[in-house]
Structure formats: structure tokens, C-alpha cells
């Protein structure tokens, strides 16, 4: 027997998965000149010295091998002092798992909690990898609409209507990536009630939760459901270290046992000297003070677009009160998708905004722009926009 020859071999769950919008736009973008990108979820600023000097302190002193999968032990109760300091949580070293960033967190979760033939309830508009890692896990995806007359915050009685009998896990995600919203702690309390009165998990990923404005709280949601929650977050965005690869996951001691077991044939274990440099970032109140400078910086930034959008012909912003993004409304009367828009933004102004699509359906309508860009590129950027803008 002959069998045909082929170049390579692909599994099929490979093709279920999108290729990121936001990558494809990016793309384009490089292929230009004279480009300003607001389209980037990444902070633009250092890593503090400190966390960079105590990873290289840890090098010298041959944190160069192999940790324990779960993470070196002070790590882990770094992190639990972290919440006992911030939040007045209790939490145990053996329910943190210390992972390649919240990425890793979110994708062991949905591993280790769903199958085929359950339901996760995922927001929409929602960050990218939510969706995609819904598909690996071959489980129905309900999505959830976030609305403007709202203030873009999961809604209590639409949660309950969309659960189903097959439904084992809510995703959510404040201070939000796309639009900037932040959660009532009311919500938060309803959201963590509806979670143990159905006996779902709660995915909460939580990586902007330090970069708040006018008075804004965070609140966690292993507060209020600590045996349904399965906390995601990050030290790439509060510590400006999002090639560091470094996060954790907390979750009830049978969850994240299994997590666990995954986590130690996928990754092993996270890099052990960037491990250490984490112990630093928490405890060093030198980091917390460039994480309070950041913020303030972003602040200005926020203010300033702010400013610059509410001027503009045919954009309507959404006022954010966290994270580094404003999600901002095209007027109808353009007659352009998301993906138009943005296109058009490109070649006429040579800036990059995200179209809301990327992040879901009901993102149609709207575009992403990120501040956390320095200020002299944020104010070409809005000139441009406004240029652009008042020719049509």
C-alpha cells in the first residue's frame, strides 16, 4: 500500500482557532511608515531597578535550576501576604500556582474545568484568549453582552438568565480590557452569590487591578466566593514586566491541584530567578512607589485623551475608571464597521486603534485606544485623529 504524501501533519482543534485581529493590524502598521500605535496593552514604561536588580542578584546567587511546579515557596507566600496586606484575604500557600504569566493562568483553568459538552459564560466585548481557550476545551461558549447602559458591567439578572444546566464556569474580567470599567462591589457581591447558589467557578482575571482613577476600588472575588473562584493575575502589567512571563493563579485546593498537574508537563516550572525578582516586587515598598507613579502618569494620560476625543467629530468615549484603555463609540452616520474605521484610522492618520470586533460582537461600533503611550506620541496621535476626522 501506497499512502499519499503530505508535507506535514496538523491536528484539526489547530484550525478552531482565530488568529488575533489586533496581530493582523499590527501587521499592516509595521508595513508603514511614520505609524503611532494606541493599540498595544502594554505598559511603556521600565521595570522598576529594584525587581531588576534582585533578579540579578538572583543569578549571582544560581537561582539558574529547577523550582518546585506550584513555585518556590516564598514566592507563593509573598503572594498570599500580598492579599492578607491589600485585601484582608486569607490565603494559603498550597491554592497558589505560580504561572507563565495570567495567559497560563486562564488556559489551565479552562483545562483543568471544562470538557466537552459544558458551558462557560464569557462577556461580551472580552480580552481575545478567553474564546480561544473556550474552543481547545471543547466547551459551549455563551457569550454575555456588556452594556453601554451599564457602564459596560456584567449585569446580575442577565448572568442568571444565561446559565444552563451544563454551565460550569463565569469569566470575569475588572478593571476591564477593552472598555476601562470597573465593578461595583454591589456586583461583584451578587456575582459571587449567583456562582455558589449554581455551583459555578468563577474565572476572575484580574491583571489591571492597581491601575484605578477617581476614587475607584478594586475588589477581588476570592473575597466573597473563595471556594468558587479561580483568581488569574500578573505582575506584567502593575510591574511593568510583561516579558518577565510572570503570574499566578489561586484557586480551592482541588482545583488548583489538578492546574497543578498540568502546569507540570506544560511549563515545569516559571523561571526561577524571575520568581525571585517577584518576591521583591511585593515586598520592596520601592516598587510600590513607581507602581503609584505609573498610575499617576496614566492618569494624566487618561485625562488628556479624554479631553482630545470629547472634541472630536464622530467619536463618543466611554469615560474609564481602570486599566489604560478608553473604549470609544463611531458614530453611526460614518457608515463604517469597527474594522473599517480602524483601516481608515491607518491609512488617513497613520494610528492604530483596535477594532471593538476583535473583542467580540457587541464590540461592533466601538474601537479600543490604549494610553500607555508617552505623552508627546499620545498628543501627535490625537492631532492626527482630529485631522483625519474633520475631513470627512
Partial sequence: MRYKKRKYFLAGRINIIQRSKIRELFE????????????????DFDTPEVIKDAAKRALDEGYTHYTPNAGIPEFREAIAEYYED???????????????????????AFQSILEQGDDVIIPDPAFVCYVEDAKIAEAGIIRIPLREEHKFRLNPDELVEAITKRTRMIVINYPNNPTGAVMKKS???????????????????EPYEHFLYEGAKHYPMIKYAPDNTILANSFS?????????????????????????LHAYVVGNVTSFVQIAGITALRDKRSWEAVERMRQVYDERRKLVLKYLNDMPHLQPFKPKGAFYIWVKIDPELDMTSEDFADWLLDNARVVVIPGTAFGKQGEGWVRISYATEKDKLIEAMERMKEALSKL
Fill in 187 to 205: 456586583v461583584v457581591k451578587a456575582i459571587a452569590d449567583i456562582a455558589q447558589d449554581y455551583n459555578i467557578y468563577i474565572l476572575s482575571d
Fill in 86 to 108: 491589600f485585601y484582608k484575604v486569607d490565603v494559603d500557600i498550597d491554592n497558589i500556582l505560580v504561572t507563565a504569566g495570567a495567559y497560563e493562568a486562564t488556559y489551565l
Fill in 28 to 43: 499592516k502598521a509595521s508595513k508603514m511608515e511614520n505609524v503611532i500605535s494606541l493599540g498595544i496593552g502594554e505598559p
Fill in 237 to 261: 502589567k502593575t510591574f511593568a514586566m510583561t516579558g518577565w512571563r510572570l503570574g499566578f493563579a489561586i484557586a480551592p485546593k482541588q482545583v488548583i491541584r489538578d492546574m497543578i498537574k
